[in-house]
């Protein structure tokens, strides 16, 4: 009878224990198992969700409608947004947040725009955008990854981190090149800008 009754308060005492193995000081982990199932660290873990925080922040300060339209996640760093939006603008404007918020290495944008853009407008920027792609790819200079791109309306929009001036420079270059392109709106960071989180200007 004491031996059944001592596994019983064993049985107790761990599973008490559980919850309080697996949470985080941020509460983003509610058990062991899931620690164990994620591939990040507990501290990347932590690092992302302050990521998406400072996001839902900026986001919160331009329209509050954004927090139930898009969805933003971070896994080391690499940003990740969907949803949907009305206008053009308003993708580009949730792009540039994204790439200000401190910590987020690079962005990918899959939030769709209900425009009325035609096919054959579509399929330009398109080409655009393959063009400038196989550019940045084929660039001895250009850590490719580093930088995320779309064209709309022949304008094509460039976000990400240069890790100098020249590098910056390089990628506005091959941009302007592209054929088809109108205008060129870079948003690029210096790498050694990071921590203050300045925007690099043309």
């Known amino acids: 009878m004491n031996r059944y009754f001592f596994y019983f308060i064993l049985f107790l005492f761990l599973n008490a224990c559980v919850p309080v193995v697996g949470v ?9 198992v899931e620690i164990a199932d994620d591939p990040r660290s507990l501290g990347r ?15 919160s300060k331009v329209e509050q ?21 009305d206008t053009i603008d308003e993708k580009i404007n949730l792009t540039k947040l994204a790439w200000e918020t401190d910590g ?3 962005v990918e944008n899959l939030i769709k725009v209900n425009d009325q853009s035609s096919f054959k407008d579509k399929a330009k920027d398109l080409l655009i955008t393959s063009q400038f792609k196989i550019a940045l790819i084929s660039s001895k200079n ?19 981190i240069a890790r100098d001036e020249n590098e910056r420079k390089t990628v506005i270059s091959e941009a302007q090149m592209v054929q088809g392109v109108d205008k060129v709106i870079p948003s690029i960071f210096l790498k050694e800008d990071l921590s203050n989180n300045q925007r690099i200007t043309n």
């Open 24 to 32: 985080s000081t941020l509460g983003i982990i509610k058990t062991g």
């Open 45 to 59: 873990i932590v690092d992302d969700s302050v990521v998406e925080k400072k996001f839902i922040y900026k986001v």
């Open 65 to 85: 409608k954004y927090l139930i339209k898009i969805n933003a996640k971070s896994i080391d760093g690499r940003f990740i947004l969907k949803g949907n939006v």
């Open 104 to 106: 987020v290495r690079s």
């Open 142 to 160: 250009v850590k490719s990854n580093n930088f995320s791109f779309t064209t709309i309306n022949k304008t094509l929009y460039i976000f990400g």
